[in-house]
C-alpha cells in the first residue's frame, strides 16, 4: 500500500526555468510534509516542510504548495541551477502513527 | 559539530545469518531513525528510538532490532537474513522525537545478502 506516491520517476529542466515535483498521498490523516534531496552516496537532506494548517511555505528558491482536499503537494525550485540535479523525495507522517512514509523519489536533472 | 556517521559502508552477507549497523548521531540529539532503503524506492521507515526506548515501528518483522546508547550511538540488528533485506540502510539523527524536527542522515550502509 503505497500511502505516498511520486509518479513521475524523472524530470529534466533547463538551467532557470522552474522545476515543478510532485507528490500525491491517500492517508487523509497525514498533517506533516517534508521533501528531503538525495545525491549520489550521500543521505538524504532535508529541504522544506509543511503543516497541513498551511497551503504554500517557501525558503529561498524552494515553495511547497499544499492542496488539502486533492492531497497533493508540490515542490517549486525557481530558477533552477545544475546543483539542484539529485533525487528529490516527498515524505509525509501524522495521524497518530509514529512514522514517516517516503514516496519513491522523482531525479531531476537540470541542462545547461 | 560533526555530521552523522554510519559503519560499515558495505557489508555482505548470506542468508540466514545476523547482522550489526552503527550509527553515530549528532551530539545532542536524542532521537535516531532508522531506514531500509531498496534499489529505486524510498526510504521505508524502520523504527524511531528516543532517549533509548523505541518510540514507533514500520511494518518490519521483530527480527529487526535497534539499540540507542547514552553517547549518541546506536545500533540496528538484523536476524534470520534473507535475500530481500539487501538494500541501503540510513539513519537520521533528530534532536526531538517523531518527524517535525529536521533529521540529519548519514550517508548509509549498503547490505548485500547472498
Known amino acids: 500500500d503505497q500511502q505516498v506516491k511520486q509518479n513521475s520517476p524523472s524530470l529534466s529542466v533547463q538551467e532557470g526555468r522552474i522545476s515543478i515535483l510532485n507528490c500525491d498521498y491517500t492517508n487523509s490523516m497525514f498533517d506533516y510534509f517534508l521533501w528531503y534531496k538525495k545525491y549520489p552516496a550521500e543521505g538524504p537532506t532535508f529541504l522544506i516542510s509543511i503543516s497541513s494548517i498551511k497551503d504554500k511555505n517557501e525558503d529561498g528558491r524552494f515553495t511547497v504548495f499544499l492542496n488539502k482536499s486533492a492531497k497533493h503537494l508540490s515542490l517549486h525550485i525557481v530558477p533552477s541551477q545544475p546543483g539542484d540535479s539529485a533525487v528529490y523525495f516527498c515524505?509525509?507522517?501524522?495521524?497518530?502513527?509514529?512514522?514517516?512514509?517516503f514516496g519513491q523519489g522523482t531525479r531531476l536533472t537540470i541542462n545547461p | 559539530e560533526t555530521g552523522v556517521t554510519q559503519s560499515p559502508t558495505h557489508l555482505i552477507k548470506t542468508r540466514g545469518q545476523q547482522v550489526t549497523l552503527r550509527c553515530s548521531s549528532q551530539s545532542g540529539h536524542n532521537t535516531v531513525s532508522w531506514y531500509q532503503q531498496a534499489l529505486g524506492q524510498g526510504p521505508q521507515f524502520i523504527f524511531q528510538?528516543?532517549?533509548?526506548?523505541?518510540?514507533g515501528r514500520g511494518n518490519f518483522p521483530p527480527r529487526f532490532s535497534g539499540l540507542q546508547f547514552p553517547n549518541y550511538s546506536s545500533e540496528l540488528n538484523v536476524n534470520a537474513l534473507e535475500l530481500d533485506d539487501s538494500a541501503l540502510y540510513l539513519c537520521?539523527?533528530?534532536?526531538?522525537?517523531?518527524?517535525?524536527?529536521?533529521?540529519?542522515f548519514g550517508p548509509g550502509t549498503r547490505l548485500t545478502v547472498l
Open positions: 515524505a509525509a507522517s501524522g495521524g497518530g502513527a509514529q512514522k514517516l512514509v
Open positions: 537520521a539523527s533528530s534532536l526531538a522525537s517523531g518527524f517535525t524536527d529536521t533529521q540529519y
Open positions: 528510538y528516543y532517549r533509548e526506548e523505541e518510540n
